[in-house]
C-alpha cells in the first residue's frame, strides 16, 4: 500500500508539497473515502489546484498538487467535507470539478462584481436562483430563517424542513459575508497581507495572525525569539479564554438563562481587560506580526495576566456549579444537537465540536509548535457530542488555558521581541489551533516579498455541515442552542 | 367614594400601571444580572414612541392583522378593569364574573393567533400554533381552578371570593394553597414568561407571543405590547386579589382607606414583580413539547383541589 510519505517523499520540512499526476490524485480521493486520510485543505489557483493532507496512524502531513486546466477530478465525489471546499474553489478560481455531485454555487450568489476573483475574471452572470435540495413527503413545512436576524449576528441563511416542530432537513446557504480578503492578499507588501489576515474573522484575530506569521517565516526560514513565541502563545490562551467565556454564557442564554451569560460576560470582560493592558488591544489585533510580536509584555502586563488567573480560579468554579447544577438547563443542553461520532472523524471537526464528539485533534498536540511542545497540558475529550459537551469541553479548555498561561508566566524568556524578515521567494505551510479548531494557512511569496498567493482555511468549512447533521431529529427551538454550541464563523469561510 | 368613581378609578389605574410593573420586572432582572438596566419608566417612552412611528402592514394582511391589536388590547384592558385592585367597587360587579374574564382573556388569545397566521409568515403560524398547544391545556386547568375556588366560597364573582376570603376565618386552607400554586403557574404560562417563553429573546425560532407579533409595528405593536402589560397586570391584582386580599378597601369606604388600599396595591405589585423576576432568572426556559407537562401540573393541582375539597365535605 502505498503511504503518504511514500508520495511526498522523505523531507524534514511539516507540509511537503510535490506535484502529481491524476492517478496520484485520484488514488489519494480512494484513501480520502475510506478514511485513512484526513482532508486538511482543499484550494485552487488559476492553473493548479492543492490538497492538503494528514495520514492517520503515521501522522504524516503534505500536499498534494494537481495542474489543471479549467478542470480537476472531483475529491468531493467520495470525500463529503471536499464538495463545499470544491464549490468554492469554482466560485472563486473557476476551475470546474469533473464529476462534481454538487455543482451549485456556494459562495457567489451572482451579487459580486465579476466571476472568479482569483482566476480569470468574467461578467458577473447576475443573481440565480439556489436550488435547495429537495424534500419530500406529506405534512412537512418549510421555515426560512435569515440572511438578517433579528440579533446582531453575521448573516446567513437557513431553512428548515420541518414536520411539526421536528427539523427533518436544515440546509445552510452561506456566502453573504464575502470580503475578498484572498484576492486583496494577492500582491500585498507582507504589512497589509499581515493585517488582513488578522480580520478573516474578529474574534480569533489572534490565531490567524499567528497562523499567517508562521506561514511567512517558514517560507523566508526567520528565527523567531523565544520570547516572542511566548507571547504569542499568551495571546493565543487569552483569545480562547475570551472566546470561551463568551459562547458558554451565550450557549446557555439561548435556553433563556440569562444569569450564565451575565456571569460569563463579566470573566469575558475581564480577559478583554487583561488584553488591554497587556498588550493594548482588547482584541489583541495586529499585536502577532510576522517575525514575532508588536506589544511586548511588561512587568505590570504580567501581573494583570496573573491576577486574571487568580480571579478565574476563584470565580470560575462557582459559574461551571451554577451550570451543573441548575436542572432546568441540564434539561435543555444534555442529549440535544448531538453529533455522531462517525460524522465528527469523517468531517475531520476540529476544535471543541470534535472534541465533545470523541475526535481528539489538537494542533498543539499533534503539530506543536514552540513554546507549546514544552509546555504541559491536557486536550479534554468527551464522547456524547451534544450541546452539553460542548459546553463541557470548553470549560475544560478554560481551565487548560489557565494552566498554559501559568506556565508561560513563569517560563516567560527575556530579549528581543521581533527577528527581521528578510523576504525571499518561497512557500510556508502551517497549523495553528484557534479556539474554533485547526486554521490552515498556506501562502506563497514573490522575490520582493509580497504575496504571490495566500490560502486560509478556517476550522468552520468543516463543522458547518455537521451541524445540518446534529439538528436532525431535533426540535426547531433547539436549533439556537445548537446553533450556539457550534459557533462557526461565518466570516471565516467566507474569504 | 362612590363605587362607580373608584371603578373608573380602576380601570385607568390598571392601564395607567401596566407598563410600569413590566418596567419593574424588567429591572429587577436587570440588578440580578448584574447590569444596570433601562429605567422602570421605560416601558412608556417605548409605547410613546411607537404610537408615534408609522405602521407596516404586509400586503398579505387582511381586515383582521389590523383590527386584532384594538381587540386584544380592549378585552385585556376590560378583564384587568373588573379584577378588585384596590377597593371594592361593585359598579360593574355582576359582571366581574372569573368566568367572564378568562372568557375576554381567552377570545384575545384567538385573535392574536388569528393576527399570526393571518399575514402568512412562516414564524407567525409557528407562534400561533405553539400558542394554541399551550392553551388546550392551559384553559381547562384555569376553570378547574376556578371550580376549586368557587366551591371553597360558593361564587364565581370575583369580588364575593375575594370578600370571603378577606373576611371568613377560612385559616390555612389546603385546597386553597393548592389552587394558588396552580394559579401562579397558569400565570407564568399565559404571560409567556421563562420557563415557558422568553420576552426579551431575538431568537425566532424559540419565540412564542413574539412570533406571532413579529409582523407588527407601529402603534399595532404598542398596542399588543400594552396589552402584554396589562395582561401580567391582571394576573398579579387577580392572585393578590384572591389569595391576599388584606388591604382591599370596602364599598363606600373613606379616602384614607383607599389610600391605604393604593398603597398596599403599588408593595403588592413590586414584591410580584420582584418575585417573577427573581423566578425567571433562576431558570432555563424548556422545552416546546415540555409546556403541556407543566401546565398539565397546574391542571391537576385544580384537580386535587376539587377533590380534597369533595372529599372532607363528605364527612
Not at chain 1, 469575558?268 to 502577532?288: S, W
Not at chain 1, 480571579?311 to 444534555?334: C, M, N
Request: hydrophobic fraction near 50%; charge should be neutral; include cysteine.
Amino acid at each position: 500500500m502505498v503511504t503518504l510519505s511514500d508520495i511526498v517523499g522523505n523531507t524534514d520540512r511539516r507540509w511537503p508539497r510535490v506535484e502529481v499526476a491524476r492517478d496520484v490524485w485520484e488514488y489519494a480521493r480512494t484513501q480520502l473515502a475510506e478514511g485513512k486520510w484526513d482532508l486538511i485543505a482543499h484550494w485552487g489557483e488559476p492553473d493548479m489546484v492543492h490538497v492538503a493532507l494528514r495520514e492517520h496512524g503515521s501522522g504524516t502531513t503534505g500536499i498534494l498538487s494537481l495542474s489543471a486546466r479549467g478542470s480537476f477530478p472531483s475529491l468531493g465525489r467520495d470525500c463529503l467535507p471536499a464538495r463545499r471546499l470544491e464549490r468554492a474553489i469554482r466560485d472563486l478560481v473557476g476551475l470546474i470539478p469533473e464529476q462534481a455531485p454538487d455543482t451549485r454555487a456556494w459562495l457567489d450568489h451572482g451579487r459580486w462584481s465579476m466571476r472568479h476573483p482569483q482566476g480569470t475574471p468574467e461578467q458577473p452572470a447576475g443573481p440565480q436562483p439556489y436550488a435547495f435540495l429537495p424534500v419530500e413527503g406529506e405534512s412537512l413545512h418549510q421555515i426560512l430563517v435569515g440572511p438578517v436576524h433579528a440579533g446582531i449576528i453575521e448573516p446567513g441563511h437557513f431553512r428548515f424542513t420541518c414536520s411539526g416542530e421536528t427539523v427533518v432537513r436544515l440546509e445552510a446557504q452561506l456566502g453573504y459575508v464575502h470580503k475578498g480578503i484572498e484576492s486583496l492578499m494577492t500582491g500585498a507588501p507582507l504589512e497589509r497581507a499581515s493585517k488582513l489576515a488578522a480580520r478573516v474573522s474578529g474574534d480569533t484575530t489572534v490565531a490567524y495572525s499567528t497562523a499567517f506569521a508562521q506561514a511567512v517565516e517558514t517560507a523566508c526560514a526567520t528565527e523567531v525569539p523565544a520570547r516572542a513565541l511566548y507571547l504569542r502563545a499568551i495571546m493565543l490562551e487569552l483569545e480562547r479564554l475570551a472566546n470561551h467565556f463568551g459562547d458558554i454564557g451565550g450557549t446557555c442564554n439561548d435556553a433563556a438563562f440569562s444569569l450564565m451569560l451575565a456571569n460569563c460576560a463579566v470573566m469575558r470582560e475581564h480577559v478583554l481587560r487583561t488584553a488591554q493592558t497587556a498588550f493594548g488591544h482588547r482584541l489583541m489585533m495586529d499585536r502577532v506580526i510576522p517575525g514575532g510580536v508588536a506589544a511586548d509584555l511588561s512587568t505590570a502586563g504580567q501581573s494583570a495576566i496573573a491576577a486574571l488567573l487568580k480571579r478565574i480560579r476563584k470565580q470560575f468554579p462557582a459559574i461551571v456549579a451554577l451550570y451543573e447544577d441548575t436542572a432546568s438547563l441540564q434539561d435543555r443542553t444534555v442529549r440535544t444537537g448531538m453529533l455522531r461520532h462517525d460524522l465528527a472523524m469523517q468531517f475531520g471537526a476540529g476544535g471543541y465540536i470534535g472534541r465533545a464528539s470523541g475526535r481528539s485533534f489538537d494542533t498543539r498536540k499533534i503539530l506543536p509548535w514552540a513554546p507549546y511542545d514544552t509546555l504541559a497540558f491536557e486536550t479534554p475529550l468527551l464522547q456524547r457530542g451534544d450541546v452539553d459537551a460542548r459546553i463541557r469541553i470548553r470549560i475544560a479548555e478554560v481551565e487548560q488555558s489557565c494552566v498554559l498561561l501559568r506556565q508561560m508566566l513563569d517560563a516567560l524568556p527575556s530579549g528581543p521581541i521581533q527577528a527581521e524578515v528578510v523576504p525571499r521567494a518561497g512557500e510556508g505551510t502551517t497549523m495553528v489551533e484557534g479556539f474554533r479548531g485547526d486554521i490552515f494557512a498556506w501562502l506563497r511569496l514573490n522575490d520582493d516579498g509580497t504575496l504571490a498567493r495566500c490560502h486560509l482555511r478556517d476550522p468552520s468549512w468543516f463543522q458547518w455541515p455537521l451541524l445540518e447533521a446534529a439538528i436532525y431529529g431535533n426540535i426547531v427551538a433547539d436549533f439556537p442552542l445548537c446553533n450556539k454550541s457550534f459557533n462557526c464563523s461565518y466570516s471565516g469561510h467566507d474569504l | 367614594m362612590s363605587d362607580l368613581t373608584v371603578q373608573v378609578l380602576q380601570a385607568i389605574l390598571a392601564l395607567g400601571l401596566a407598563p410600569l410593573l413590566t418596567g419593574m420586572v424588567r429591572k429587577t432582572k436587570a440588578k440580578l444580572q448584574r447590569r444596570r438596566g433601562a429605567s422602570i419608566f421605560q416601558p412608556y417612552r417605548d409605547i410613546a414612541r411607537l404610537m408615534r412611528k408609522e405602521a407596516v402592514v404586509s400586503h398579505d394582511a387582511s381586515w383582521i392583522f389590523t383590527a386584532a391589536p384594538t381587540f386584544i388590547l380592549a378585552a385585556t384592558w376590560v378583564a384587568a378593569a373588573l379584577v378588585p385592585m384596590f377597593a371594592f367597587a361593585s359598579g360593574l360587579s355582576s359582571a366581574a364574573d372569573f368566568i367572564v374574564m378568562i372568557g375576554l382573556l381567552a377570545s384575545a388569545r384567538f385573535a392574536l393567533a388569528l393576527a399570526g397566521l393571518d399575514i402568512g409568515t412562516s414564524f407567525g403560524g409557528l407562534g400561533s400554533s405553539r400558542e394554541m398547544l399551550f392553551a388546550t391545556v392551559a384553559e381547562p386547568a384555569i376553570l378547574i381552578l376556578i371550580f376549586a375556588l368557587s366551591l371553597i366560597c360558593g361564587t364565581t364573582r370575583l369580588l364575593d371570593i375575594a370578600a370571603f376570603i378577606q373576611t371568613a376565618q377560612i385559616g390555612p386552607h389546603i385546597s386553597l394553597l393548592l389552587a394558588f400554586a396552580g394559579l401562579a403557574m397558569l400565570a407564568v404560562v399565559e404571560n409567556g414568561r421563562i420557563p415557558v417563553d422568553n420576552p426579551a429573546t431575538h431568537l425566532e425560532l424559540t419565540m412564542v407571543h413574539e412570533a406571532m407579533v413579529l409582523e407588527y409595528s407601529g402603534r399595532h405593536l404598542a398596542q399588543i405590547e400594552l396589552a402584554a402589560s396589562l395582561k401580567l397586570l391582571f394576573y398579579v391584582s387577580l392572585l393578590s386579589a384572591v389569595f391576599l386580599p388584606w388591604g382591599l378597601a370596602p364599598a363606600g369606604a373613606s379616602f384614607a382607606l383607599i389610600g391605604l388600599g393604593l398603597a398596599l396595591y403599588f408593595v403588592k405589585l413590586a414584591g410580584a414583580a420582584m418575585l417573577l423576576a427573581t423566578f425567571e432568572i433562576s431558570i432555563a426556559k424548556m422545552r416546546v413539547f415540555r409546556v403541556p407537562q407543566f401546565t398539565g401540573v397546574a391542571l391537576m393541582l385544580g384537580l386535587l383541589a376539587v377533590i380534597l375539597l369533595l372529599v372532607s365535605r363528605s364527612f
